[in-house]
């Protein structure tokens, strides 16, 4: 059964405080690692696609990179409009077409 | 370009009652999808729809019934709604299946 472990659940930083979310996960052939964006009461918005090991994708302040076993979001020098619940979604090879989504890491930018 | 639209973007149904969550896309995608998104819980996959003329079931299709009408528009119905449904309902769709998805607003849905 494929896997998904977001860490942390929550993450509050400072203006300015760069970090990193973690997506964990176990999944039969990787077809393809996405992350998304949700801002509260609104639907997710696609930020990244990651399809093999060590790649790296970035888009303004927001890089991501990919492992055999984890992905990271790494947040450099946010803003609070960056605050937002931050969802990854691997995508198993074993013949399906779904996309098994985390919990997602609800993130804090104070100003 | 509108994106995905999706209606209502709310509505309180009673038990056993029934209904249709209406889903459109201006994008040409050809791949269709509902989701559901309970609180502690990721997005999962109710249904979805390849291409059109084509439907499967995902992760938690119980209860639910969905209509891929043309290229454009899926329809999810619930037939005898339950307060276990109460959820908030995601339409989304993608160029094909297995490449990135782009996501409708979202109705929240309260059956009591």
Redesign the interface.
Known sequence: EDQVTQSPEALRLQEGESSSLNCSYTVSGLRGLFWYRQDPGKGPEFLFTLYSAGEEKEKERLKATLTKKESFLHITAPKPEDSATYLCAPRSGAGSYQLTFGKGTKLSVIP | NAG?TQTPKFQVLKTGQSMTLQCAQDMNHN?MYWYRQDP??????IY?S?SEGTTDK??VPNGYNVSRLNKREFSLRLESAAPSQTSVY?C?SSPR??????????TRLTVT
């Open positions: 995905v791949s502690g819980m990721g997005l999962r996959l979805y390849a995902g992760e995601f989304a299946t297995g490449v990135e998805q782009y996501f409708g607003p979202g």
